[in-house]
């Protein structure tokens, strides 16, 4: 089992089955390990697939169809909210899913005070697998503490 975070790391120490230490896990930096993906395999011995395990998210997707051009202005608000507040997100199958990192009713509290007409959002419990998987926008591989620009709130 890999934590989100951990997948996107290029080195780390894990203690997978069969193995009574922790190994050292070091892939190429930039990539970032997959629901499925094979970290190990030999025949006749055993094989280590990457799970990825699952997380609490927030969701957020649009409820109406917009005139193209209100689509795009919508878009660009979310954005804002989401990216100004540093927090990670994912778009799949028309969702936009974002990792719990603070409490939810800081996160509720930024999603009603920008209220963008359309946009509704939910917390799920066991978001995991493909979803999980991959990239995520604005921090991905960075820590907070790292990540430095100047910009007014």
Do not use: C
């Amino acid at each position: 089992m890999f934590t989100r975070k951990e997948s996107e790391r290029s080195r780390l120490y894990k203690k997978l089955p069969g193995f009574d230490e922790e190994i050292g896990i070091n892939i190429k930096r930039g990539t970032v390990l997959h629901d499925g993906d094979v970290l190990y395999y030999k025949e006749g011995e055993n094989m280590f697939v990457v799970d990825i395990e699952a997380e609490e998210m927030m969701v957020l997707h649009f409820v109406e169809k917009f005139h193209e051009d209100k689509m795009l202005e919508l878009a660009v608000k979310l954005g804002h909210a989401i990216g100004n507040q540093h927090w990670q997100m994912k778009v799949v199958g028309g969702k936009i899913y974002v990792p719990i990192m603070i409490d939810k009713k800081v996160m509720e509290s930024v999603m009603k005070t920008h209220n963008i007409p359309g946009v509704k959002y939910y917390f799920e419990e066991e978001v995991g697998g493909q979803i999980l998987s991959g990239e995520y926008g604005h921090l991905q591989n960075t820590s907070h503490n790292y990540h430095h620009h100047q910009h007014k709130h």
